[in-house]
Nanobody
């Protein structure tokens, strides 16, 4: 069982930056692939960025070059650094943990990111 708690959301202006953090409790964090998803009003939840247990990263096309995902296996945390934010990045951002060997998946409660002038 894994519990995920996100933090770092807020209101920023276009072009500014935010750093989201996800703290995971439970065991075997380093065996999980971690990811960030987002859901805007009226839209389906979409994957934003992911990082495997071995550190391989992947990004949704619209955030490539602006967002960076990283993980710290000693602290059981995953971070999403978001730069050059745009109004279309506005959404609730969710942290996700996926363990391939058991196909277990867990979600955080979400944190709101609003980009507006």
């Amino acid at each position: 069982q894994v519990q995920l708690v996100e933090s770092g959301g807020g209101l920023v202006q276009p072009g500014e930056s935010l750093r989201l953090s996800c703290a995971a409790s439970g065991s075997a964090f380093n065996s999980y692939s971690m990811g960030w998803f987002r859901q805007a009003p009226g839209r389906q939840r979409e994957a934003v960025a992911s990082i495997t247990a071995s550190g391989y990263t992947a990004y949704e096309n619209s955030v490539k070059g602006r967002f960076t995902i990283s993980r710290d296996n000693d602290k059981n945390t995953v971070t999403l650094q978001m730069n050059s934010l745009k109004p279309e990045d506005t959404a609730v951002y969710y942290c996700n943990a996926y363990r391939p060997i058991t196909r277990s998946t867990y979600w955080g409660q979400g944190t709101q990111v609003t980009v507006s002038s």
